[in-house]
């Protein structure tokens, strides 16, 4: 169940938000009052697969796991968004059912726009085609990047890269992340099992430590040289 409520400062909820960056103020505010205000808890759904694509949903706080199920019940993780990203371009344009399911791995606040008021702002406003095909585009690079990652990764390498990328832009000397052992194997595509080796092999180096349900990590720039990816 979805819960409803105002964000802190709704003059300024697009800020950052590349879809509608483009837009006159006076639009831009147009959108805000078309949007629905949500929050949702940790582990809550937003969406499942199949449901209809009926809003547009942009991220403002916390994190929400994309994903597919298989007929086994196994979770194939596709990303990880964060404000502010959105989600759900894709059954807005097409009309069709949503192509995957999402849930919360952190407590959330998002706006919610209707496909009518979207569809209705996209004609109104041809520039946002722009930044959809941006979105979709990028998109379709993730997961061309996650396939590579199966085929030219092992297992501790996909951890590492799924550690890096759950602790985002931040350049803190630690990361905590919240995040149980089943949702971090889901989303690197190993047992879990096999991930907690790998996370035990981390931490024999130094490079994170667990607190229960918490990782935290110490040394990010060993997880991403681990992962293959360039320094910063």
Sequence with gaps: MTVEGRLPDPGDALTGVEMFSGLDPDVRQRVIQAAVP??????QLLFVENDPGESLIVLKRGAVMVFRTAPTGERAVLSVIRPPDTIGEVSLLDGAA?????????DC????????????????????LDAV???????????TEQ????????????????????????TAPMVTIELN?????????GSRQSVNQAIGSFASRGWLRTEGRRIVVTDLSALRRRAGMPDR
Aim: hydrophobic residues 45%; glycine residues 6%.
């Design 38 to 43: 949500r929050t949702y808890r940790k582990g």
């Design 133 to 143: 095909m941006r979105s979709l585009g990028q998109l379709i690079r993730r997961l």
């Design 147 to 170: 396939n590579a990652d199966h085929v030219f990764l092992d297992l501790p390498g996909r951890v590492a890269k799924t550690l890096v990328r759950l602790a985002g832009e931040t």
């Design 181 to 189: 052992q089943s949702q971090l194997a889901e989303m690197a595509g």
């Design 98 to 106: 949503r192509s995957a399911s999402a849930e919360a791995i952190e």
């Design 109 to 128: 606040q998002a706006l919610a726009l209707s496909r009518h008021a979207f569809i209705e702002l996209v004609h109104q406003n041809p520039r946002i």
